[in-house]
């Protein structure tokens, strides 16, 4: 029942109210249309105190309908912002999950990268890799005969497990490569045999920096060591190479058999400057990755 019906309703009462003639049937010509007015105080009271009770249980009925209208809309209210959490949750989740697939992504991105890229370097002097790197295969470092020539000139770190084929000497040259000795006297390690490793960085660039045991600013140092390469007065040549500060040595060597030989590298005044150089020092050197 509208609020303006119930207007209605109670202004209707207030008029039989005050009304004080006696009741009778009155209506329209033709009698077709009629209404009661009670004719006695009894009969109109009774009349208005059913009236009343029945406005009573309308309003009550109203009442009752608009509580149930109200914990009917609470309820939609509640559930609607435990949907919204809900979804929000969901949403959030999801986006987190996304992330965390992109993440994962994008780290398998860069390991393939780093897969892919990277530099690689000679430890001479030593069978093992830095922490920095990771070893690809190690074993004797070998080069000319000192008292050759001819061949190479430069050192080759050749493997620990060589591999052969079935292809003959054949009857013209050949080129030859020894082993190489570490020419320290009066060291302990004087004729022994040299092992070296070849390793690979994960960086890109790799290079050995002669004369220093420092990197350079934002590089990472692989391994420090000292210059050797071959006696100035060999026939045979060899590369300027950086020697372990270890020196290790292969087990089994030190009889100062043919080989090339390795000795350390000295600074010598003259075109050098000095200073910053100093005259017959043995010099130093790094080898660095960025």
């Known amino acids: 029942m509208s609020l303006q019906s119930i207007g209605m309703f109670i202004c209707f009462i207030i008029c039989v109210c005050t009304q004080f003639t006696p009741g009778y049937l009155e209506g329209s010509s033709g009698n077709t249309e009629q209404k009661w007015r009670p004719n006695s105080y009894h009969e109109r009271f009774d009349f208005i105190d059913d009236q009343v009770r029945q406005l009573l249980q309308l309003l009550r009925n109203g009442n009752e309908k608009e509580q149930e209208s109200l914990l009917l809309l609470e309820k939609a209210a509640n559930n609607l912002e435990a949907v919204q959490k809900r979804t929000k949750v969901i949403i959030l989740k999801e986006r987190l999950s996304s992330l965390a697939n992109d993440v994962a992504a994008l780290r ?46 430069n050192l ?23 082993g190489v000795e570490y020419h320290v006297c009066p060291d302990p390690k004087h004729f022994s045999d040299a092992v070296c490793a070849v390793c690979r960085s994960e960086h ?23 210059v050797m390469a071959g006696y100035g007065d060999y026939k045979a040549s060899s590369d300027y190479v950086c020697i372990d500060d270890s020196m290790e040595v292969r087990a089994g060597g030190g009889q100062g058999l043919d080989s090339q030989r390795l000795y350390y590298t000295i600074s010598m005044c003259g075109s050098l400057p000095c200073p910053p150089y100093q005259n017959e020092k043995i010099l130093t050197c790094v080898v660095c990755s960025k």
């Open 204 to 226: 890109a660039t790799t290079i050995m920096i002669p004369a220093t045991n420092v990197c350079p600013p934002t590089w990472t140092k692989e391994y420090t060591g000292h």
């Open 156 to 178: 080759l770190c050749l493997p620990s497990n060589p591999v052969y084929d079935d292809l003959q000497r054949t009857s013209c040259g050949p080129s030859t490569v020894y």
């Open 108 to 153: 398998s991105s860069v390991e393939s990268g780093r897969r892919l890229t990277g530099s690689v370097f000679t430890r001479w002097g030593n069978s093992t890799c830095p922490p920095t790197s990771e070893r690809v295969y190690w074993g004797y470092a070998g080069g000319p005969l000192w008292t050759h020539t001819g061949s190479g000139s």
